[in-house]
């Protein structure tokens, strides 16, 4: 037996594993890096969050990435450099996070890393015939199990696409596993660039786990600020937004998007709500010159909107619903209070800290878990639905 292969078995025998889940995300301020004890597989699953911490990237990171990001022309060159630069300075920060800790690359099992997404595509967004659904993310695994020396686990969106999923949302895998309870209707809610969120019916099995973008959550809010605000990377606690007033006219053309008439579960990306989007609803609508204020206001209530409908749509369907908040739009006020203003008394929102998991680890957890699904769960134990197919994801890459 080669010893890759005999050092995998090892690991999914074993009655534990330390898995390192990275997570970096479309406001890309930072890598979210979690050090996380599992035991079990599949519904047995435990788990304990042993470190967790977002690492700053240094200031080129954002200035780089921008130039491929949710655009269709780019430089192929600039891309294809990215890759591996990404993959090594992640697992530079993995390297930082393990001295500060006082760990040894030995101390850890798996790296799980989503990497950075630069372009979501699916079907229904590019409608071309001859093309399927499609995702890219950057950062290459190797290169990060090289410079850090622990077996790297990467690249988890392609298996849910080639098994004929649209590659996101994947957090529905391990909501279902770390978060469901039959006591409760729980809908996991995460605000990041794209809101988006997981549906726990608490009659529910793997296989009618409901998991949908629902559109935009920070990324017009966030590239708005940025635009116009800099250097202000986001709207730190509302304290723009909030001085302004919602323009229902321009908020009537944002809310006429195809997208957000179509059934769930669907997935999107900047590709489609950015600020070009604005400029056309604006021109549309005659809004070009609301104050800047205004527009930021207009932005936060369409995030809102977009939240609050389905929420309200989902409250018809299953009555009761206890809505558990991750992501940075969290730490936007305004739009976390116009989300409970706009949902029904059916619908109770609050931090997903009430569930004892700090509400900005969990993305990165939750590719912890799905790295140990890949190691020693039961494939049936995950789904048997078309929209959940019963896989597992993630290319793994040796150190040596």
Not at 134 to 162: E, Y
Not at 275 to 288: G, I, P, R, V
Not at 341 to 350: F, H, I, P, Q, Y
Not at 355 to 370: C, M, R, S, T, Y
Request: net charge negative; aromatic share 8%; hydrophobic share 40%.
């Amino acid at each position: 037996m080669h010893p890759h292969i005999e050092k995998l078995a090892n690991l999914a025998a074993k009655p534990q594993r330390v898995i390192i889940g990275l997570m970096s995300g479309t406001s890309m301020d930072g890598l979210d890096v979690a050090l996380c004890v599992l035991e079990g597989a599949g519904k047995n699953t435990h788990i304990n969050v042993q470190h967790f911490v977002t690492c700053a990237y240094p200031a080129q990171y954002q200035q780089r990435v921008r130039q491929v990001f949710a655009k269709r022309d780019i430089d192929l060159q600039e891309l294809t450099l990215l890759n591996p630069w990404i993959g090594r300075l992640h697992g530079e920060l993995v390297n930082q996070c393990l001295q500060k800790w006082g760990l040894k690359a030995d101390d850890v099992d798996i790296i799980a890393s989503h990497g950075q997404t630069v372009y979501h595509c699916p079907k229904s967004q590019h409608g071309l015939e001859y093309y399927h659904n499609a995702t890219l993310q950057i950062g290459d695994g190797c290169h990060i199990a090289v410079s850090t020396g622990i077996t790297t686990v990467s690249d988890f969106r392609q298996k849910h696409i080639a098994a004929g999923g649209e590659g996101a949302p994947l957090a529905a895998y391990g909501d279902y596993l770390y978060f469901y309870n039959p006591n409760e209707n729980r809908i996991l809610l995460n605000i990041g660039g794209i809101a988006n969120i997981t549906m726990l019916a608490k009659s529910a099995v793997m296989a009618d786990t409901l998991c949908a973008d629902l559109g935009p959550g920070n990324t017009m809010i966030d590239a708005y600020v940025q635009r116009y605000f800099a250097p202000k990377q986001y709207d730190e606690d509302s304290q723009i937004a909030v001085q302004g007033k919602v323009n229902e006219t321009l908020l009537n053309c944002l809310l006429q998007h195809p997208f957000l008439k179509c059934e769930m579960p669907k997935t999107t990306g900047p590709e489609v709500f950015n600020l070009d989007y604005l400029e056309q609803c604006q021109m549309a609508c005659q809004t070009q010159e609301l104050a800047h204020e205004d527009t930021l206001a207009t932005l936060t209530e369409f995030s809102a909107y977009c939240i609050a409908k389905p929420l309200n749509s989902l409250a018809a369907q299953y009555g009761n619903l206890n809505v558990y908040v991750s992501g940075g739009g969290l730490h936007n006020p305004l739009l976390i209070k116009r989300i409970k203003d706009l949902s029904k008394t059916e619908v109770t929102v609050a931090s997903l800290s009430q569930l004892g998991i700090d509400p900005d680890a969990k993305e990165a957890v939750l590719f912890a878990l799905l790295a140990n699904e890949t190691l020693a769960g039961q494939t049936p134990s995950l789904s048997d639905s078309s929209a959940m197919p019963a896989i597992t994801m993630g290319k793994i890459s040796f150190a040596d």
